[in-house]
Nanobody, 115 residues
Framework: QVQLVESGGGLVQAGGSLRLSCGASGTIFSLNSVAWYRQAPGKQRALVARISSGGSTDYADSVKGRFTISRDNAKNTGYLQMNGLKPEDTGVYYC?????????WGQGTQVTVSP
């Protein structure tokens, strides 16, 4: 059974940094795109960044220049490096991934940015 597990969230002051990880486990034949979503309090889940199997990346306008998505295929892990954090970056961060042609979601990790 395939699982995705996020880690790396926490409480940080504005201007600080965090690195989120999204690790896939189980029987994995193929790992295609990996994406990070954010759900802010009272808002819908929204795409933050995505990386394809070939390494192409897309970012939400609000995080361009501050966040970097990457992946380590040997470890079946995706990362989100978040620099210059702002209070509006606060929310639960979820990763998803296309694994063995199926879409999987992680359980989410809380990121809180204080002013």
């Amino acid at each position: 059974q395939v699982q995705l597990v996020e880690s790396g969230g926490g409480l940080v002051q504005a201007g600080g940094s965090l690195r989120l990880s999204c690790g896939a486990s189980g029987t994995i034949f193929s790992l295609n795109s990996v994406a990070w979503y954010r759900q802010a309090p009272g808002k819908q889940r929204a795409l933050v960044a995505r990386i394809s199997s070939g390494g192409s990346t897309d970012y939400a306008d609000s995080v361009k220049g501050r966040f970097t998505i990457s992946r380590d295929n040997a470890k079946n892990t995706g990362y989100l490096q978040m620099n210059g954090l702002k209070p509006e970056d606060t929310g639960v961060y979820y990763c998803n991934a296309i694994i063995n042609a199926n879409l999987y979601w992680g359980q989410g990790t809380q990121v809180t940015v204080s002013p």
